[in-house]
């Protein structure tokens, strides 16, 4: 129980901070700031916002959204893994990156918390019949 509690609490965190950001991608499409620069900013802010809503969605039960944090968890990883690269290749070319080293690590926490808390799979019951998929039910 103590381990869903922390889960929550870092899902409200994160979840928080990536709908933050939401705040930035609007700013930059509002005031076209992207423009001239890299369109992958704006790209990469409505991912993660729309992942922060997602994951404020899971925080009341967690197990039933195993997936979505996992998969919050491996982007985020992802993301810091990408970062690091970009980094040392622009470092052996003799150009810094405006994004700082701390970046990497806050982004490298946040998967790593996600994956050490990650639910549990609930067992499927043995033998238990496959059904259709319920795409409309009335």
Avoid: C
Wanted: glycine share 8%; no cysteine; charged share 15%.
């Amino acid at each position: 129980m103590k381990g869903e509690r922390t889960l929550q609490v870092v899902l409200v965190l994160v979840g928080l901070v990536y709908s933050f950001w939401g705040y930035f991608l609007f700013d930059a499409l509002w005031h076209s700031s992207w423009l001239g620069h890299s369109d992958v900013l704006p790209m990469f802010l409505s991912l993660n916002t729309v992942l922060g809503v997602f994951l404020l969605l899971a925080v009341k039960q967690p197990a039933k959204h195993r997936s979505l944090i996992a998969y919050g968890a491996w982007s985020s990883l992802a993301h810091g893994f990408t970062m690091t690269i970009q980094s040392a290749e622009a470092a052996a070319h003799g150009l810094h990156r405006k994004d700082s080293p701390w970046d990497i690590v806050i982004v490298a926490v946040i998967g790593v918390a996600l994956l050490a808390l990650l639910p549990a799979k609930e067992p499927s019951p043995a033998g238990a019949p496959i059904s259709e998929p319920r795409f409309a039910e009335r």
